[in-house]
C-alpha cells in the first residue's frame, strides 16, 4: 500500500497535471499473517482513523484484505462505516476504502463474475478470501495459496514471478485475474504484462483501492500503467 497506491497516484498526476496528493499513513502491527495477530490489528484501526484523521486526509485507505475478510462475511462495510464514524467524532469526516471492499467493488466494476486469484497467505486463510468473496457473488474458479507466513517475506516476493504463476491457474473460464489478492504483495509493475499474456483484465487488492479512493474524492479513477480497471474505462 505505501508503495503502490502512491505510484498509482503519481502516474495519475502525469495525465491530470492540476491534481497533487500527499500519502500519510498510521500503522497498526502486524509480523506474521495469522488469524490471531489479524484480529488485533484489526482491533487498533479506530485509533489509527483517529490519527490520520487528525491531518485532515480527504479519504483513508485500509490496507490490509485478509485482516478484514478474517472477521467474516461482509465485515468490510461493517469496517468502512465505523472507521468513517471516527473521523466524524474527531472532526475531520471523510470516506473510508478497505481493501478488501474495493476488490470486491473493482470485480463487480469490470463485471468480473467468476475468476482466479494469487495470494501470498496460508491456504486456511487463502480458503478464506475465497469464501469470503464467493459470499459476495463472486466465484473463484482457482487460486493459488503461495503460503508465505511473514509480512516482510510478502512484500519482497518477486513480482516477475506473477504473471508466470497467474497462466498457470485454471483462468479460461475466467472474466479476470486477480494477480495480487493482498496489498502487501507487490505486483503494480507487472499488471498489464499479466494483462497481455493472459487476454483479460488484470487486477490486484491496490489497484482497486486506488480505484475506489479515487472515486471517493470524486476523481476520474484514471492512472496509466495500471491495466483495464484504471484505463478510463470505468473512471
Known amino acids: ?18 491534481e497533487r496528493f500527499t500519502f500519510h499513513s ?7 499473517v ?15 482513523a483517529v490519527e490520520l484523521s487528525d491531518a485532515r486526509v480527504d479519504v483513508l485507505g485500509y490496507a490490509c484484505l485478509v485482516a478484514i ?5 461482509g465485515y468490510h ?28 467493488h473493482g470485480l463487480n466494476t469490470i463485471g468480473a463474475k467468476r475468476i482466479a486469484l494469487l495470494a501470498p497467505y496460508m491456504r486456511p486463510l487463502t480458503q478464506t478470501v ?16 503461495l503460503e508465505i507466513p511473514n509480512n516482510l517475506d510478502v512484500a519482497a516476493h518477486d513480482p516477475a514471478r506473477l ?10 473460464e475466467a472474466d479476470a485475474v486477480v494477480l495480487s489478492a493482498c496489498v502487501q504483495m507487490p505486483s503494480l509493475g507487472v499488471i498489464e504484462e499479466a494483462e497481455q499474456l493472459l487476454g483479460k483484465p488484470v487486477v490486484s487488492a491496490a489497484v482497486c483501492t486506488a480505484h475506489q479512493m479515487l472515486r471517493a474524492l470524486d476523481l476520474p479513477a484514471v ?8 484505463s478510463g474505462a470505468y473512471a
Do not use: F, W
Not at 475465497?130 to 495459496?145: F, N
Open 77 to 104: 462495510r461493517v469496517s468502512e462505516e465505523r472507521l468513517h464514524l471516527r473521523t466524524v467524532e474527531n472532526g475531520a469526516p471523510a470516506p473510508v476504502v478497505t481493501s478488501a471492499g474495493a476488490l470486491v
Open 163 to 172: 504473471p508466470g504463476l497467474a497462466r498457470a491457474l485454471d483462468h479460461t
Open 69 to 73: 475478510m478474517s472477521m467474516g462475511p
Open 26 to 32: 498510521s500503522r497498526m502491527r502486524m509480523t506474521h
Open 130 to 145: 475465497v469464501d469470503y468473496l464467493t459470499r459476495e457473488g463472486i466465484e473463484v474458479l482457482d487460486h493459488q495459496a
Open 223 to 230: 492512472a496509466p500503467g495500471a491495466g483495464h480497471l484504471l
Open 1 to 18: 500500500m505505501e508503495t503502490e497506491v502512491p505510484a498509482i497516484l503519481r502516474a495519475r498526476e502525469a495525465v491530470a497535471p492540476d
Open 34 to 48: 495469522t488469524p490471531e495477530q489479524l484480529k488485533a490489528m484489526d482491533a487498533d484501526s479506530d485509533r489509527c
